[in-house]
């Protein structure tokens, strides 16, 4: 049964809405009975362009007088989405602990609530919706509660209409290019009680020093925003922009001072990460220079992603094949095993050069763990076609992969494209494509057996405090019995079991020859 086509334009009815000012500070306008201050909105034209602007570096700081505008309330930030998400949580969380708020987990005790949220699929916009469904209650039981929703999805006119017209009890719409502007938006949701609307469709600048509450033994470290790729299913680049790196010293300050923290390891983000530096227009410097710098850097595992393969150059491979703090373990999407359905995605690669890629990473990274992202059911996609991306599934061995079903974007170029694939076929494929690499991650997992791995022991298992779990370099979970002080630490583990979606082994306290490449 094929899934029913939302109807976007009946948000997009604007007939009821009365304008009561505007001005060169945006407009304000009456929607139902409540009153909206619309700064800015998103644009999909403008959103399209990429402006020749030259983006500012700047240096911002939570205004003195906003410092304390939270003494003695609380916050809850809930994320929806991928690591670039985590990362900007954990700016918006500093934002307001600078700001005098305090994190709780309690509904009822929060005063402000924000839904840092995706748009790459739709079911991630479903579960936004439903959440404010939820909280709606809450604001009416309290009515000075802020809600917020910020993100990817408030980047796209249909979201943020929706919200206008139909959930009037939210406070604040921000998106992914003025987070820094946070303190000046709750001042005025505040102050105002109007929905306050603030989006930017250009790219905004890159902003530098804001601050970031980060927990755990592992750090985020954003290295540039935004995509120029323009895949055909995607909407990152409309959401997040055009390409923007940050300056390589402001970067490796940052991880310098996350190795004085005592951090033991990092991931590198972007959303095509190894197209960093390409907008330098003063200097040559590339993502391979940066990990190289960063590789001199006493931090114990730098991880990166996510990466695209058209910008996989062979400098890139040589500085990984150094190894050192520069793990085993790359994310490398393919989307698809066939050369017609990746140009019709606008990948820009064939099978071919892929497959290459993969040849020459293997060769210069001993004991290298491949992870992947895959397409089902791409419009047109035939049996044929698929079979194209099992045989590469086969013949790379991926030990995981994020597998999805298709499903359009609204305002990408394949949302136009006739989804012709029912969604029975895309379903087998699924299982199909599941099953292969369910099959490939335990042999993969079961030639473990005996080894001694590096692990970081993260913490306790959900199930079993006993139980302690943690990751190898190429980001295997290990479970193993253990004394609660080893967290925050390495150890040797001999790997004594192999499961499915991780290993068990025990730890080994003479000292051995460790496989750190696993």
């Known amino acids: 049964m094929a899934k029913e086509t939302k109807d976007y334009s009946k948000y997009f009815d604007f007939s009821d809405a009365k304008i009561l000012s505007e001005d060169e500070f945006g407009k304000k306008v009456r929607i139902k009975g409540r009153e909206i201050h619309i700064i800015?909105?998103?644009?999909?034209?403008?959103?399209?362009?990429?402006?020749?602007?030259?983006v500012q570096v700047l240096y911002e700081s939570v205004p003195q007088e906003l410092m304390g505008i939270g003494e003695g309330k609380h916050y809850i930030v809930y994320t929806f989405?991928?690591?670039?998400?985590?990362?900007?949580s954990e700016t918006i969380k500093g934002l307001l602990e600078q700001m005098g708020y305090t994190s709780t987990e309690d509904r009822k005790e929060a005063d402000i609530i924000l839904l840092n949220t995706c748009a790459i699929r739709e079911n991630a916009e479903d579960k936004v919706f439903g959440e404010l469904g939820h909280l709606k209650h809450l604001k009416t039981e309290k009515p000075d509660l802020l809600l917020g929703v910020c993100g990817c999805m408030s980047q796209e006119e249909n979201v943020v209409n929706r919200?206008?017209?139909?959930?009037?009890?939210?406070?604040?719409?921000?998106?992914?290019?003025?987070?820094?502007?946070?303190?000046?938006?709750?001042?005025?949701?505040?102050?105002?009680?109007?929905?306050?609307?603030?989006?930017?469709?250009?790219?905004?600048?890159?902003?530098?020093?804001?601050?970031?509450?980060?927990?755990?033994?592992?750090?985020?470290?954003?290295?540039?925003?935004?995509?120029?790729?323009?895949?055909?299913?995607?909407?990152?680049?409309?959401?997040?922009?055009?390409?923007?790196?940050?300056?390589?010293?402001?970067?490796i300050a940052e991880v310098r001072d996350l190795a004085r923290q005592?951090?033991?390891?990092?991931?590198?983000?972007?959303?095509?990460?190894?197209?960093?530096?390409k907008d330098f227009i003063d200097i040559k410097y590339s993502f391979a220079d940066l990990m190289d710098d960063i590789r001199l850097i006493d931090i114990p595992r730098v991880r990166f992603m996510t990466s695209h393969p058209r910008d996989f150059d062979d400098h890139?491979?040589?500085?990984?094949?150094k190894g050192g703090n520069l793990v085993e373990h790359i994310h490398l999407p393919v989307q698809s095993g066939n050369n017609a359905i990746l140009k019709i995605m606008g990948r820009k690669y064939t099978r071919e050069v892929y497959l290459e890629l993969v040849r020459k990473?293997?060769?210069?990274?001993?004991?290298?763990?491949?992870?992947?992202?895959?397409?089902?059911?791409?419009?047109?996609?035939t049996e044929e076609q698929f079979e194209d991306t099992m045989d590469?599934?086969?013949?790379?061995?991926?030990d995981s992969a994020y597998t999805f079903i298709y499903s359009p974007r609204e305002g990408t170029p394949a949302a136009v494209m006739e989804d012709n694939v029912p969604m029975d076929v895309k379903s087998e494929r699924l299982q199909r494509l599941n099953k292969a690499i369910v099959d490939r991650s335990h042999e993969s997992?079961?030639?473990?057996?005996?080894?001694?791995?590096?692990?970081?022991?993260?913490?306790?298992?959900?199930?079993?405090?006993?139980?302690?779990?943690?990751?190898?370099?190429?980001?295997?979970?290990?479970?193993?019995?253990?004394?609660?002080?080893?967290?925050?630490?390495?150890?040797?583990?001999?790997?004594?079991?192999?499961?499915?979606?991780?290993?068990?082994?025990?730890?080994?306290?003479?000292?051995?020859?460790?496989?750190?490449?696993?």
């Open 40 to 54: 800015s909105e998103p644009n999909h034209r403008q959103g399209k362009k990429r402006r020749k602007e030259d």
């Open 81 to 88: 989405g991928c690591q670039m998400n985590e990362h900007d």
């Open 163 to 251: 919200i206008m017209q139909k959930h009037g009890f939210v406070d604040l719409i921000f998106g992914t290019h003025n987070v820094h502007r946070l303190p000046q938006l709750i001042q005025e949701a505040l102050f105002s009680k109007e929905m306050i609307v603030e989006v930017w469709s250009k790219e905004g600048d890159i902003i530098e020093n804001l601050p970031k509450k980060r927990q755990g033994l592992r750090a985020w470290v954003n290295i540039m925003y935004g995509c120029d790729k323009f895949c055909t299913y995607c909407i990152v680049p409309f959401t997040r922009g055009k390409e923007r790196s940050r300056r390589p010293e402001d970067v």
């Open 262 to 277: 005592g951090f033991k390891e990092i991931t590198l983000l972007g959303q095509n990460v190894n197209a960093y530096g």
């Open 316 to 321: 890139l491979v040589e500085v990984l094949g």
């Open 361 to 381: 990473l293997k060769e210069s990274v001993p004991g290298l763990v491949l992870t992947t992202d895959i397409i089902v059911g791409f419009p047109g996609e």
């Open 392 to 398: 590469l599934v086969r013949e790379v061995g991926f």
């Open 445 to 518: 997992n079961k030639n473990m057996l005996g080894l001694v791995v590096e692990v970081l022991v993260e913490g306790e298992s959900k199930n079993n405090a006993a139980v302690l779990a943690g990751r190898t370099r190429t980001s295997k979970l290990v479970h193993f019995e253990g004394d609660a002080s080893l967290i925050g630490t390495f150890v040797q583990v001999k790997i004594t079991d192999s499961m499915t979606w991780y290993i068990k082994g025990e730890v080994v306290d003479e000292p051995v020859t460790v496989a750190v490449s696993i």
